[in-house]
């Protein structure tokens, strides 16, 4: 079946950026679209933005500036990156399939979440 | 952005009982609504998408209806392993947006 996990730096300093991957096995990443949200400690969930399997992206206006996905097809593998992080940054990031059934994407499949702490 | 709104954010309820959620968003939506259900320490769960269609595997005692801007979730019989927080989720337009979640606890 279809399995993601992320993998990361779990301690990243103020300013500087945070990068995480995002590993697929059982499926080929240039047959779906994929995705990240983000979770704050005890809050709810942030959509980020998401990558389809052509490579173009689309981002949460709120992080726009700052983000980038992209896609590792001799890998396997999607990326994050958010630069100039702060502690409004610290969160459990979720990579996730974004897929496409009845006309409607959703989520179907999700990692088990990495998380990310910003300080110094 | 299309605001989510979930009601209630808490409810307390019997193993047995019937459990209703409701989800409202800020502008129509057609049907481009989905349903997670998170446990603590898990990533989320998918389990309706297109506001009615049950995810494979997904209990039947789940289901989902509604249309535009009103939708509801409901669990027929709830069972010991539906403690959970529920969310929905709007893909109709980006930014993707969520509910703020109803967290659903053993009376």
């Known amino acids: 079946q279809v399995q993601l996990q992320e993998s990361g730096p779990g301690l990243v300093k103020p300013s500087e950026t945070l990068s995480l991957i995002c590993t697929v096995s059982?499926?080929?990443?240039?047959?779906?679209?994929w995705t990240w949200i983000r979770q704050p400690a005890g809050t709810g969930l942030e959509w980020i933005g998401h990558?389809?399997?052509?490579?173009?992206?689309n981002y949460n206006p709120s992080l726009r500036s700052r983000v980038t996905m992209s896609l590792d097809t001799s890998k396997n593998h999607f990326s994050l990156k958010l630069t100039s992080v702060t502690a409004a940054d610290t969160a459990l990031y979720y990579c996730?399939?974004?897929?496409?059934?009845?006309?409607?994407?959703?989520?179907?499949?999700w990692g088990k979440g990495s998380t990310v702490t910003v300080s110094s | 952005d299309i605001q989510m709104t979930q009601s209630p954010s808490s409810l307390s309820a019997s193993v047995g009982d019937r459990v209703t959620i409701t989800c409202r968003a800020s502008q129509s939506i057609g049907n481009y609504l989905n349903w997670y259900q998170q446990k603590p320490g898990k990533a989320p769960k998918l389990l309706i998408y297109?506001?009615?269609s049950l995810q494979s595997g997904v209990p039947s005692r789940f289901s989902g209806t509604g249309s535009g801007t009103d939708f509801t979730l409901t669990i027929s019989s709830l069972q010991a392993e539906d403690f959970a927080t529920y969310y929905c989720?709007?893909?109709?337009?980006?930014?993707?947006?969520f509910g703020g979640g109803t967290t659903v606890e053993i009376k």
């Open positions: 990558i389809y399997n052509s490579g173009s992206t």
């Open positions: 059982g499926a080929s990443i240039s047959s779906y679209y």
């Open positions: 297109a506001a009615s």
């Open positions: 989720q709007q893909g109709y337009s980006t930014p993707l947006t």
């Open positions: 996730a399939r974004y897929h496409l059934t009845s006309n409607v994407l959703h989520m179907d499949v």
